[in-house]
T-cell receptor, first 116, second 113 residues
Framework: GAVVSQHPSWVICKSGTSVKIECRSLDFQATTMFWYRQFPKQSLMLMATSNEGSKATYEQGVEKDKFLINHASLTLSTLTVTSAHPEDSSFYIC????????????FGPGTRLTVL | AQSVTQLGSHVSVSEGALVLLRCNYSSSVPPYLFWYVQYPNQGLQLLLKYTSAATLVKGINGFEAEFKKSETSFHLTKPSAHMSDAAEYFCAVSEGAGNMLTFGGGTRLMVKP
């Protein structure tokens, strides 16, 4: 199956710093990627839909200026958490949509962000 | 709008017993339905999916699910639980190819020896 990677897998940062998370489709091209957030013992909440070459579409309640998404190529989308605060600590998971497969999303392994 | 409800945030079964994880959905159009499994600190792995073909869908690791339109359900079953099945399971729905997934709250499956 299609493989999606995320980097880093775990990051700890100080409050006020910015953190960039990368999501890569390793063996296929993905025009659409999704970013999810998962709090401990909770479900995944869609943050935004990232389309290659265009602006991301954010879900209601997600601050686009805080969570910057860039999808500059067909294999890479990045999520930058700007001026991170402890409440941003969470598990961030990306997925990539495989074309022609009836909406099958392949998920990355996730990135755990801890903001001190 | 689409939504998913998973009854039971925690399910505990004995090794070798039947596994039944419940999922009910709502959708304004014929849905695509999915079950994913998540092991600790990992991403999601697709178990199986329903995309308007056969109503009984077989997936990996011996799991299967049946789409019942009249009950708006897509329950996940496995005849005999293994210890390695202990994980978090998510049911998800989308309203067409390429559309966003909406996840249920998840069910943590625990398997007792």
């Amino acid at each position: 199956g299609a493989v999606v990677s995320q980097h880093p897998s775990w990051v700890i940062c100080k409050s006020g710093t910015s953190v960039k998370i990368e999501c890569r489709s390793l063996d296929f091209q993905a025009t659409t990627m999704f970013w999810y957030r998962q709090f401990p013992k909770q479900s995944l909440m869609l943050m935004a839909t990232s389309n290659e070459g265009s602006k991301a579409t954010y879900e209601q309640g997600v601050e686009k200026d805080k969570f910057l998404i860039n999808h500059a190529s067909l294999t890479l989308s990045t999520l930058t958490v700007t001026s991170a605060h402890p409440e941003d600590s969470s598990f961030y998971i990306c997925s990539a949509l495989v074309g022609g497969s009836y909406n099958e999303q392949f998920f990355g392994p996730g990135t755990r962000l801890t903001v001190l | 709008a689409q939504s998913v409800t998973q009854l039971g945030s925690h399910v505990s079964v004995s090794e070798g017993a039947l596994v039944l994880l419940r999922c009910n959905y709502s959708s304004s159009v014929p849905p695509y339905l999915f079950w994913y499994v998540q092991y600790p600190n990992q991403g999601l792995q697709l178990l199986l999916k329903y995309t308007s073909a056969a109503t009984l869908v077989k997936g990996i690791n011996g799991f299967e699910a049946e789409f019942k339109k009249s009950e708006t359900s897509f329950h996940l079953t496995k005849p005999s639980a293994h210890m390695s099945d202990a994980a978090e399971y998510f049911c998800a729905v989308s309203e067409g190819a390429g559309n966003m997934l909406t996840f249920g709250g998840g069910t943590r499956l625990m398997v007792k020896p």
